[in-house]
């Protein structure tokens, strides 16, 4: 009868840390939501307000070519690296490099 009561507690206990995690999981998501918006806010109200050109301006000035400049650099990686660099394993560098080593 003692086993018994011994495994149910166990049960219990564990159950019970499953719930401690999520809760703490929950408080975590809430906290980062909450510290996040409060940043938003205060960026908001601390920063003078911008005309409807400023942002029109310093998107085409800045945003536009350093997207155009990331999307090229991301495509001669492509098309320069196709197998990447073998960091994943099952990928063709990482087959190929442990088929030349003799195995894993």
Known sequence: MTVALVVVSLIA???LAV???KMLGVCNFILKC???VMA???LRWTLPRLRIDQVITTCLKYCVP???AMF???MLWTYMIPGGLGLMPGSPAA???AGEKGGP
Do not use: H, I, K, Q
């Open 95 to 97: 087959v190929a490099a």
């Open 40 to 42: 938003m806010m205060w």
């Open 19 to 21: 719930l401690v995690a």
């Open 66 to 68: 350093l997207a155009a």
């Open 13 to 15: 206990l564990a159950s």
């Open 34 to 36: 909450t510290l996040g």
């Open 72 to 74: 090229l650099g991301a």
